[in-house]
Structures are given as structure tokens and as C-alpha cells.
């Protein structure tokens, strides 16, 4: 769907108009406790992201709304809730009508995410961290259904604030907790993901831990290896030595032997000449 420059300006305009407390984004940060006996890492549950509010309407009123009480108390707390129906009231006024548009803004610790198609204004408020991709995907949900039940000319009659809600918001109801049940699944995914990164990390520092000491055995082997190599030089000197000592033994001993023989064979020819 396009933006227009038009729509992105006006609704700039609405959300100066918002009268909604400025508070930090809650971050959703990383725990790692050990247990000493198990060596076992536990997750800190994730910070809760729900939808709040959701209405349809065109630019003169609003014809159905949701408000999850529950999810408003549990996400904002007591004495933090914005007037949601007066901010989407101001959101609905000032947003022009006619075209397909999709924008959203933050505002405080919610996000307001706002889509024009033709007459109607679809607006969902969720806590500020709902992803914004999903909460399109609910008001896409939300304008099949509605836009399936109701003809825009039986729409363009209609004067009464809310005058749909008893018709369509057990469907609002039905489909925020469908969104929501997803979203828990996401952030449960992500906590299980976050969990084997740690795992990975972990896993890598000790195999680099195990890498130094694998270069420690590979010096020694490399030192043990040099030092055979010299015993095997010098051993097969010695052994050289050895051999010629033996040769010149035996040589010795074989010319002695050769002496001795000659002596002998002289010894008898001298005796038969007399």
C-alpha cells in the first residue's frame, strides 16, 4: 500500500496532539543465573506485549471499539492508562480518508499503528515492543472481516459512537487474543533462541579455552618430537662407532689367527728340512 505525504502529516499533527505520559521503553535484558550444582542458565520471562485498543471508524466516528482491560492493567500498571477513546477519536479526525495508507508512531511506552482503506480507519494500540509487521497483520484481519459484514453505504448512515460493538466485538475480542497468543509464541521462540546463543557462546569459550591448551600439547609433542629425532642421530652415530670397533676387532683377531696358522705351517716345514 503507498503513503501519502498528506496522510503522514496529518496524523504527525494527531500524535502532537496525544496527551500520553512520556516514560523509557521497558528493555528486555539478557539474565544468566548459575546454578553451581546443575551448571543450568535460567531465562528471565519476557516483558508482556500486548494489543490494548482497537477500533474501526472513518473520520467522523468511531463504529466499533475493544478496549483489553486486562492487558492495559498488566502492561501499564495502575494510573498509567492513556484515554485511548479520545486519542482515537483526535487519530480518526485528523487522518484523511480515500487512500491506502499505513503508518505508525510511538508514543510514551505504546505504539500506535494506523491503516486507511477507502472510508474506513482501522487503529490498534499496543505496547511499544509489539512488533509492527504482526500488529498489520491483525489490522488486516480485522478489515477482512468487518468489510465482509458490512456494506460501506449502511457505514456512511451510521452517527452513534460504537454503534457496532455489540455485533462485532466479540470478533475484536476473538482476534486480539488470537494476535496475542502469537506474539507469546514469538517472544518464546526468541527466549528459546537467545537461550542457545548462550549455549553456542558458552560452548565456544570453552572450546577456545580447550584450543590453548591443545597449543600447549602441540608444543610439547613438537619438543618431545625433536628430541627423539637428536636421540636418533646420535644413536645411530653410536651405532657407526660400534660397528668400525667391531670390524677392527674382528680384523685383529683375523690377522692374528692368519699368524698364528703361518707360524704353525712354518714351524712344521722347517722340521721336515731336517
Do not use: W
Not at 503507498?2 to 496529518?10: K, Q, V
Not at 521497558?26 to 500486548?50: C, F, H, I, V, Y
Request: hydrophobic share 35%.
Amino acid at each position: 500500500m503507498e503513503r501519502t505525504t498528506a496522510a503522514n502529516t496529518s496524523l504527525s499533527k494527531g500524535t502532537n496532539a496525544l496527551s500520553v505520559s512520556n516514560s523509557d521503553d521497558a528493555n528486555l535484558s539478557k539474565a544468566r543465573s548459575s546454578d553451581d550444582s546443575a551448571g543450568q542458565t535460567e531465562r528471565p520471562a519476557p516483558a508482556p506485549r500486548r494489543i490494548l485498543f482497537v477500533t474501526v471508524g472513518n473520520s467522523s466516528v468511531r463504529l466499533v471499539t475493544y478496549l483489553d482491560r486486562r492487558a492495559i492493567q498488566e502492561g501499564l500498571g495502575a494510573g498509567e492508562r492513556p484515554k485511548f477513546e479520545e486519542i482515537a477519536d483526535r487519530i480518526l479526525n485528523k487522518t484523511p480518508t480515500g487512500t491506502d495508507v499505513r503508518t505508525s508512531y510511538d508514543s510514551g511506552n505504546v505504539g500506535y499503528h494506523v491503516q486507511v482503506h477507502q472510508d474506513l480507519i482501522y487503529l490498534a494500540v499496543c505496547l511499544r515492543g509489539y512488533p509492527r509487521q504482526l500488529a498489520f497483520d491483525f489490522l488486516q484481519q480485522v478489515r477482512e472481516q468487518f468489510e465482509s459484514r458490512y456494506a460501506p453505504a449502511d457505514l456512511r448512515r451510521m452517527t452513534k459512537p460504537d454503534a457496532l460493538d455489540a455485533a462485532f466485538r466479540p470478533t475484536l475480542k476473538a482476534l486480539t487474543q488470537t494476535y496475542t497468543t502469537r506474539q507469546d509464541k514469538i517472544a518464546q521462540l526468541q527466549g528459546e533462541v537467545r537461550d542457545i546463543h548462550a549455549v553456542m557462546q558458552r560452548n565456544i569459550e570453552d572450546v577456545l579455552e580447550r584450543g590453548e591448551r591443545l597449543d600447549d600439547l602441540v608444543e610439547q609433542a613438537d619438543a618431545l618430537r625433536n628430541t627423539a629425532g637428536t636421540f636418533q642421530r646420535q644413536s645411530g652415530t653410536l651405532k657407526k662407532r660400534m660397528c668400525q670397533k667391531n670390524v677392527a676387532a674382528a680384523s685383529c683377531i683375523i690377522v692374528l689367527v692368519i699368524l698364528i696358522i703361518l707360524a704353525i705351517v712354518l714351524g712344521v716345514v722347517l722340521t721336515h728340512r731336517h
